[in-house]
């Protein structure tokens, strides 16, 4: 059984330059064969819109948060949305990119208690 | 020595070839791992960070897991065991510089150093020599990949 990391992720497009890193270290973790979940609230969430994160960028001239978006998906982080926070900025569930798990804010809990790590971003 | 497509991939290496990564053997079952030519060329040619996972000196690895991880800018990603074996060490030069594995991927740019479990029953997954080096010929050409 691989460690678990659980990374949770507040910020959004609002503020693009905290918004590559927590992708960026989720594919590091996932490179170094932890089990990495990244649970989606508040703004973060908007990120998940299907086209949002390729409209983000962190630099000027640099990649857009879409691009660390798929690195992570694609070395194996799972990502979960906040049922809430979908509420909170009019989002169904079909807004979402395809793969994100909708979960209560009791999930957050049980995946905290779970994880060796937890990191808020 | 052989180039292929512009990448410097010696003849008496074992490859990975999906995850661009060289075992050579040294002698009593250690088995040196770097990431090849290919690799460094596909993380941007320039890196920040080469970091062996500390935890794992001293354990089995097994075979596909990941003993390393590779990051620049534009990439980030596993450099994983090319077959199973205890972690023995890793290369201090590449954690002061880890260009020193773009530099010289083969020689001073060594990543880790593992005491293999299996060499015999795992090395055939591994391709060499001049027919392994075609396979791997093969494989950058279908997915576009040259070092020029």
Known sequence: ?121 | MGTIRGCNLPEDLFYSMEKHVWAKPMGNGVIRVGITSVAAKLSGGKLAAITVKAKNIGQEVKQGKSIATVESSKFVGPVPAPVSGILEKANEKIASDPNVAVADPYGEGWIAEMKATNWDGEKGLLVTGPEGLAKYQAKLEADGISCQ
Do not use: N
């Open chain 1, 1 to 121: 059984m691989e460690d678990k990391i659980l990374i949770i992720m507040t910020s959004g497009p609002d503020t693009p330059r905290r918004c590559a890193t927590p992708f960026f270290f989720a594919t590091l973790a996932a490179a170094m064969d932890y089990d990495v979940t990244m649970f989606f609230t508040i703004d973060g969430t908007l990120l998940l819109k299907k086209g949002v994160a390729e409209t983000v960028y962190p630099k000027a001239g640099g990649k857009p948060v879409g691009d660390f978006l798929k690195d992570a998906l694609e070395a194996g982080v799972k990502f979960t949305a906040c049922t809430a926070s979908t509420e909170l900025h009019d989002l169904q569930p079909s807004d979402l990119l395809e793969g994100v798990k909708m979960v209560g804010g009791a999930a957050m809990w049980q995946m905290s208690e779970e994880a060796k790590t937890t990191l808020t971003f």
